[in-house]
């Protein structure tokens, strides 16, 4: 009885984890960044840095806009080494000639 009751606990464990380690995706935090969209469909950030725009109806209407600076609120997750902006939401910016 109690090999069969550590086995069993064991596995409610496991399955806890698994559904914990899915979830994470869904924890992550908004963050809002400024940038241009390139030529290859990517948003390029004031600090440099190249985000991919995730597959979305969202996303897709951002990349209508090449060569304009937006500001895009979404989550990111970065899948080996590449990071994927899953856009929630955008606005086109002026930019101002310095």
């Known amino acids: 009885m109690d090999k069969k009751f550590r086995w069993i606990s ?6 806890f984890l698994l559904i914990l380690i899915c ?10 960044i400024t ?4 030529d290859a469909y990517q948003i390029v950030s ?11 109806d969202m996303g897709d209407d951002l990349l209508n806009h090449v060569g304009k600076t937006v500001e895009v609120t979404g989550v990111v997750i970065e899948e080996e080494g590449v990071k994927i902006m899953n856009v929630k939401s955008y606005k086109l ?3 101002t000639e310095s």
Not at 23 to 30: K, L, M, Q, T, Y
Not at 35 to 38: A, H, L, Q
Not at 50 to 56: F, K, L, R, S
């Open 93 to 95: 910016l002026e930019k």
């Open 46 to 56: 004031d600090n440099g840095t190249i985000y991919e725009v995730a597959d979305t």
């Open 23 to 32: 979830s994470i995706p869904v924890f992550a935090n908004e963050i809002t």
């Open 10 to 15: 064991a596995g409610i464990i496991c399955v």
């Open 35 to 38: 940038g241009t969209i390139n």
